[in-house]
């Protein structure tokens, strides 16, 4: 049998800030809508992450950090004491497999509707301008709701639900958080001047539109500690919601990063294209370039193969690979990888819905 941990350091162990991890393979979050409107995660959900504790970290499935900022049917929550009891099941099967677990902190807002907010409110957003597309409620796909316009004044109590949820977090266990700030959810859509048209301080200039992302980050890291907390970026992606690229990618994303910089973040987890498709990037953006200014640990993702994951880490542009549908029909992903043995592909209608089938049913391989 072949052993590549020869050939590549990607099954040595290293440091994300204070987390430890055992290989720099990451299971990047995947949503898969197993959790009912409580949005508290359970035995099904603590099977699933141990299953994949060889990762070398695991970022859990976007979690709701409040009932506004939910945008799926089905996704978890971590503002509640149940939804905290709920996920200390996860977190101490994933640490008893001899795994890291982080909770990824999201807030939507405007991909949603009014059927997933509380009292049917509209959704909020830095401005009052509908994505493109559908919402998944429990009543099917509906076209997203116009959102409503976030209020100066609100902006605080956003911040302080991230630190509640972080808090949260904590009690239940996990080894860090990520903050979401990427794929066109509320802070993305504060960066980005496509769906950003405020004339407040969190509006206009670059500085006043990472405002809240740096706001968020620095409320966090007041709960966990800085090198407890990463943070994922997706500057080109246009999901969700058909989103517009900002106008302005490289400066706009380039100073987040120099300030992000400034708190020594445990981890960049950077989406590297289009989430979930194309690594291709429009004209004038150079994500590497964007990578090359962040000074602490970097996790690659989108569209990696082993190939890609030796060739990059071999030439040193990532400390970790994220690898995410991959781990849905592998839960030994590390193992396959590293030994050279085949790869399961799960069926696409697993992805989301349904309980334990195509979830928690693809087996390890008997080495
Ligand atoms: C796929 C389906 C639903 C949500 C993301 C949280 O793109 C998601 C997501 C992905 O970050």
Same mark, same amino acid.
């Given at each position: !049998?072949?052993?590549y941990?020869?050939?590549?350091?990607?099954?040595?162990?290293?440091?994300?800030?204070?987390?430890?991890?055992?290989?720099?393979?990451? !299971?990047?979050?995947?949503?898969?809508?197993?959790? *009912?409107?409580?949005?508290?995660?359970?035995?099904? @959900?603590?099977?699933?992450?141990?299953?994949r504790a060889?990762?070398?970290?695991?970022?859990? $499935? &976007?979690?709701?950090?409040?009932?506004?900022?939910?945008?799926?049917? !089905?996704?978890?929550?971590?503002?509640?004491?149940? @939804?905290?009891?709920?996920?200390?099941?996860?977190?101490?099967?994933?640490?008893?497999?001899? *795994?890291?677990?982080?909770?990824?902190?999201?807030?939507?807002?405007?991909?949603?509707?009014?059927?997933?907010? =509380?009292?049917? @409110?509209?959704?909020?957003?830095?401005?009052?301008?509908?994505?493109?597309?559908? &919402?998944?409620?429990?009543n099917?796909?509906?076209?997203?709701?116009?959102?409503?316009? #976030?209020?100066?004044?609100?902006?605080?109590?956003i911040?302080?639900?991230? &630190?509640?949820?972080?808090? !949260?977090?904590?009690?239940?266990?996990?080894?860090?958080?990520?903050?979401?700030?990427a794929?066109?959810? #509320? #802070?993305?859509?504060?960066?980005?001047?496509?769906?950003?048209r405020?004339?407040?301080?969190?509006?206009?200039?670059?500085?006043?539109?990472?405002?809240?992302?740096?706001?968020?980050?620095?409320a966090?890291?007041?709960?966990?500690?800085?090198?407890?907390? /990463?943070?994922?970026?997706?500057?080109?992606?246009?999901?969700? /919601?058909?989103t517009?690229?900002?106008?302005?990618?490289?400066?706009?994303? /380039?100073?987040?990063? $120099?300030? #992000?910089?400034?708190?020594?973040?445990?981890?960049m987890?950077?989406?590297?294209?289009?989430?979930?498709?194309?690594?291709?990037?429009?004209?004038?953006?150079?994500?590497?370039?964007?990578r090359?200014?962040?000074?602490?640990?970097?996790?690659?993702?989108?569209?990696?193969?082993?190939?890609?994951?030796?060739?990059?880490?071999?030439?040193?542009?990532?400390?970790?690979?994220?690898? *995410?549908? =991959?781990?849905?029909g592998?839960?030994?992903?590390?193992t396959?990888?590293?030994?050279?043995?085949?790869?399961?592909?799960?069926?696409?209608?697993?992805?989301?819905?349904?309980?334990?089938e195509?979830?928690?049913?693809?087996?390890?391989?008997?080495?």
């Amino acid at each position: !049998m072949v052993d590549y941990s020869k050939a590549t350091d990607l099954f040595s162990p290293t440091r994300l800030g204070a987390i430890k991890v055992s290989n720099r393979i990451a !299971m990047a979050p995947l949503t898969r809508s197993r959790v *009912g409107d409580d949005g508290v995660p359970g035995d099904l @959900q603590a099977t699933y992450y141990a299953q994949r504790a060889g990762a070398g970290l695991i970022v859990s $499935e &976007a979690t709701n950090i409040s009932a506004e900022g939910r945008g799926y049917a !089905m996704t978890p929550g971590i503002w509640t004491d149940e @939804q905290v009891a709920g996920w200390r099941k996860v977190t101490d099967a994933v640490h008893a497999a001899g *795994g890291k677990i982080v909770n990824q902190l999201w807030h939507v807002g405007r991909i949603s509707h009014v059927d997933l907010q =509380p009292n049917g @409110q509209l959704p909020v957003a830095p401005s009052a301008i509908a994505a493109e597309g559908k &919402a998944f409620t429990n009543n099917g796909f509906v076209d997203f709701s116009t959102p409503r316009a #976030l209020e100066t004044d609100e902006i605080p109590r956003i911040v302080s639900d991230y &630190a509640h949820a972080a808090k !949260m977090a904590k009690a239940a266990g996990f080894d860090g958080v990520e903050v979401h700030s990427a794929n066109s959810y #509320l #802070l993305d859509q504060f960066i980005r001047d496509s769906t950003n048209r405020r004339t407040d301080a969190y509006g206009g200039s670059i500085e006043n539109r990472t405002r809240l992302t740096l706001e968020v980050v620095e409320a966090v890291v007041g709960v966990w500690g800085h090198d407890r907390v /990463g943070i994922r970026l997706s500057p080109t992606t246009p999901d969700a /919601g058909n989103t517009p690229p900002d106008s302005n990618v490289m400066a706009t994303y /380039g100073y987040l990063i $120099e300030k #992000l910089n400034n708190f020594e973040l445990a981890y960049m987890h950077f989406v590297e294209g289009d989430t979930g498709g194309s690594r291709k990037t429009p004209q004038g953006v150079d994500l590497d370039a964007l990578r090359a200014l962040f000074t602490g640990p970097y996790i690659g993702n989108n569209g990696y193969d082993f190939e890609l994951a030796k060739s990059r880490r071999g030439a040193g542009l990532v400390d970790m690979v994220a690898f *995410g549908r =991959p781990f849905i029909g592998n839960p030994d992903l590390i193992t396959r990888l590293r030994y050279g043995l085949a790869l399961t592909e799960a069926p696409k209608e697993a992805y989301y819905g349904g309980g334990a089938e195509g979830y928690i049913d693809f087996a390890a391989t008997v080495l």
